[in-house]
């Protein structure tokens, strides 16, 4: 099935370790991108990446970390420097250049992350 | 000012209702525009599409106001199962893959 794959579902991380969610699509898609909503709130941005060894910083980056050495993959690292990282993390991907109905972002069912 | 801005909810309807939802966006360059709708604890998922001229899918209708810079979303004859917060999303440009969701406007639909 094609689809964006979110792992893990759930994780638990101490207070000062780093963690790492994974994102994978299979979609073909040009863009990928993080966003994270914390309850009864929206969703904000935190890195998006239009293309492969290029990415950028989106409303909240400060704390996070990405790559995207490959098309299909796009990892946020949440690292111990984000104060308040106790969230869920939704990646997402969208082509480009597609008209106005083409762009399209579909959704992985994301991640929970809590700060124990 | 935000980029996005969406009614504020609860919006709270008794079956059969037709409720109406709008959004209004600052940059007039905005190029595409979408509704989405998110279920409690899941990810956002594609409702509709919204065109220039306005788009119809089943209950729901959607329409664009480029020289009010709004867009909107109309559900007739709500069902119990449209209780969802709806979010609607504005992408700037379609090459810079950028996009701006409003905070969500929650519908719930009672008997």
């Known amino acids: 099935d094609g689809g964006i794959t979110q792992s893990p579902k759930y994780l638990f991380r101490k207070e000062g370790q780093n963690v790492t969610l994974s994102c994978e699509q299979n979609?073909?898609?040009?863009?990928m991108y993080w966003y994270r909503q914390d309850p009864g709130q929206g969703l904000r941005l935190i890195y998006y990446s239009q293309i492969v060894n290029d990415f950028q910083k989106g409303d909240i980056a400060e704390g996070y970390s990405v790559s995207r050495e490959k098309k299909e993959s796009f990892p946020l690292t949440v690292t111990s420097a984000q104060k308040n990282p106790t969230a869920f993390y939704l990646c997402?991907?969208?082509?480009?250049?597609?008209?106005?109905?083409?762009?399209?972002?579909?959704f992985g069912e994301g991640s929970w992350l809590t700060v124990v | 000012r935000k980029e996005v801005e969406q009614d504020p909810g609860p919006f709270n309807v008794p079956e059969g209702a037709t409720v109406a939802f709008n959004c209004t966006y600052s940059?007039?360059?905005?190029?595409?525009f979408f509704w989405y709708r998110q279920d409690c604890r899941k990810e956002p998922k594609l409702l509709m599409s919204v065109y220039s001229s306005g788009n119809e899918d089943g209950r729901f209708t959607a329409q664009l106001n480029r020289a009010s810079q709004y867009i909107s979303l109309l559900i007739r004859d709500s069902k119990l199962s449209d209780s969802a917060t709806y979010l609607c999303v504005v992408i700037l440009n379609t090459n810079a893959g950028k996009s701006t969701f409003g905070d969500g406007t929650t519908l719930t639909v009672k008997p």
């Open positions: 979609l073909n898609h040009d863009a």
């Open positions: 940059n007039s360059a905005s190029q595409s």
């Open positions: 997402a991907s969208s082509n480009l250049n597609r008209g106005s109905s083409g762009n399209t972002i579909y």
